[in-house]
């Protein structure tokens, strides 16, 4: 009994808004910088040499609209820079993000077709005839709730020691809604394209702004 009166007030201290002792981490770049809104990052393999690169989008399985997410081949190809918005975006700059907290994900920049979508990233439709949940484009920044439910992601640690995360679709906007929670992963039958898996793959974050600067590999880290 006395154990459950001691940990009762603690877990009634958790859901008064933004108590220091239940917020999670920051996220941080590969160089242990905070990761914040209104700046442009690279997301690309934590994994060396055939761990690939950052990430892009392709049309072709949607014929053309939406696109898919998918990784570039080769470890000196970046992709393309991404924006994040927390669940509490407000539009201001520089704010902190957090992990394993909701967030959009937008590519910041407009494809030559498909200019009357967004590149904000969602879960698709499943996939009949390829068998899987992929990640596409097309998705709405903020308006948590039962429609935007397939629009929110978190960066998850992937390791105690280094900056590296995982991607994982596990919205906790919607408490009532009966959702799909699951990594992201690469399915290699498909061109690379990102898709919901048991086998999430390792991802590190580069500020835009320094990755532009640098030569070479742009995720040596493991």
Not at 55 to 81: A, T
Not at 181 to 198: K, N, P, Q, W, Y
Request: hydrophobic fraction near 40%.
């Amino acid at each position: 009994m006395k154990n459950s009166l001691l940990v009762f007030p603690f877990l009634f201290l958790c859901f008064l808004p933004n108590p220091s002792w239940c917020a999670s981490e920051p996220l941080l770049d590969v160089f242990g910088d905070e990761v914040v809104t209104g700046t442009e990052y690279y997301i690309v393999s934590a994994i060396r040499g055939a761990g690939g690169g950052g990430l892009n989008f392709l049309s072709g399985r949607n014929e053309p609209c939406p696109m898919d997410v998918f990784q570039e081949r080769s470890d000196l190809q970046r992709g393309r820079p991404l924006l994040f918005f927390p669940l509490n975006y407000t539009g201001e700059e520089g704010t902190v993000i957090y992990g394993s907290t909701d967030l959009n994900i937008k590519f910041n920049v407009e494809p030559r077709s498909c200019n009357e979508e967004t590149t904000v990233w969602k879960v698709d439709n499943y996939d009949d005839q390829k068998g899987a949940w992929f990640i596409t484009t097309n998705g709405v920044i903020g308006n948590p709730g039962a429609e935007t439910l397939k629009n929110w992601f978190k960066f998850e640690k992937a390791a105690d020691n280094l900056n590296m995360y995982k991607i994982v679709h596990c919205p906790s906007v919607c408490k009532s809604c009966v959702k799909l929670c699951s990594a992201v992963g690469i399915d290699f039958e498909t061109e690379r394209r990102l898709a919901l898996s048991h086998s999430a793959f390792p991802v590190v974050l580069i500020k835009a702004s320094v990755a532009h600067k640098l030569m070479g590999r742009f995720n040596a880290i493991i």
